[in-house]
């Protein structure tokens, strides 16, 4: 009898370990009471709108370097940071892994970018550009998920992404992307979060995927969460996948790099405007869709999902 009580708790514990991942599990380990804090910290008036020249950026950053440290992000990079220069400001990306970075195996990228452009005029009731949607709601995103990825292992190497500069012309983006490519880092995909804290007009849930038809990400990810990623022709319309962080990650490494959002030019009216503040922005909708960002990449990571470019835009 003793012997097959054993036998019945060896199962069970091996069924345990080998329980699949679910979406549930992932939303109950990503609240939305912690992307509200993560959200209204970076986007608040102390941050200066996180522009390098302000000091508001560095602030934001080391928020951003806490809240790794914490939550068991190696630095990829001494202090996390990838350092560059736009006319005559230092700033930085932060750049962290999840567990030991292995050279000989495929590289999965998640970023966004971290700054936005600061105070405008000292002189106006409201001069800071705080960027609540552009772009704390997507580092926000790139925070929860990391947390979680970080809970698990992975035989990818999963490298996550903060990047400077994007407000200056893209410009941590491809420093990064560059000293990646030199030092033979070799880049899978790449996941770009820009703009999550408005609804899409199709429903709650949902993101858009600019470059839809350039690879068969989008594809992918429906797979494990259906209709979760939508095609917006505006997207294409105003050339959306050139236009974010993702890229300089394509066209340097000649890889899958495609950026979700909900930002669809119906939904919000404070794009680049001091009103662009966390008390506008739908917290609630923004926690679903970082955790089904969470979980569609967990789900990728753990199959080990290969992602594929294709010819048409």
């Known amino acids: ?9 060896t199962l069970f514990i091996a069924s345990c370990a080998t329980k699949p991942l679910s979406l549930e599990e992932v939303q109950e380990s990503i609240t939305a009471t912690e992307t509200e804090q993560i959200l209204y910290t970076l986007a608040s008036d102390e941050m200066k709108g996180r522009e390098s020249a302000s000091g508001g950026y560095q602030m934001a950053a080391d928020f951003v370097t806490n809240f790794f440290e914490e939550n068991g992000i190696e630095p990829f990079y001494p202090a996390y940071k990838d350092s560059l220069q736009t006319k005559e400001v230092w700033s930085y990306n932060l750049v962290g892994s999840l567990g ?15 700054d936005h452009i600061g105070v405008k005029n000292e002189n106006e009731e409201d001069p800071i550009f705080n960027g609540a949607n552009d772009n704390a709601s997507g580092s926000t995103a790139v925070l929860q998920i990391a947390k979680f990825l970080a809970t698990k292992e992975w035989n990818q190497n999963v490298l996550v992404a903060l990047f400077a ?51 068969d990400m989008p594809e992918k990810m429906n797979t494990y969460a259906p209709e979760f990623v939508q095609f917006l022709p505006e997207a294409k319309q105003y050339n959306l996948f050139r236009r974010s962080d993702n890229y300089s990650f394509y066209q340097i490494h000649n890889i899958p790099a495609q950026t979700l959002s909900t930002f669809d030019f119906k939904n919000y009216d404070y794009y680049h405007k001091a009103g662009d503040e966390a008390e506008k922005l739908d917290v609630v909708n ?15 990571l753990e199959d080990e999902v290969t992602i594929k470019l294709s010819e048409e835009e």
Request: charged letters at 20%.
């Open 286 to 300: 923004m926690n679903k869709v970082i955790s089904t960002s969470a979980y569609v990449l967990a789900k990728m």
């Open 1 to 9: 009898m003793k012997n097959v009580q054993i036998l019945i708790l």
């Open 100 to 114: 030991k970075f292995e050279q000989n195996q495929p590289t999965i990228l998640i970023g966004a970018h971290l």
């Open 165 to 215: 500069d994007e407000e200056k012309g893209l410009r941590g983006a491809a420093h990064l992307a560059e000293r990646l490519k030199e030092e033979d880092v070799s880049l899978a995909y790449m996941v770009n979060f820009e703009m999550l804290g408005a609804t899409l007009t199709t429903g709650e849930n949902q993101v858009y995927m600019t470059g839809y038809n350039l690879s």
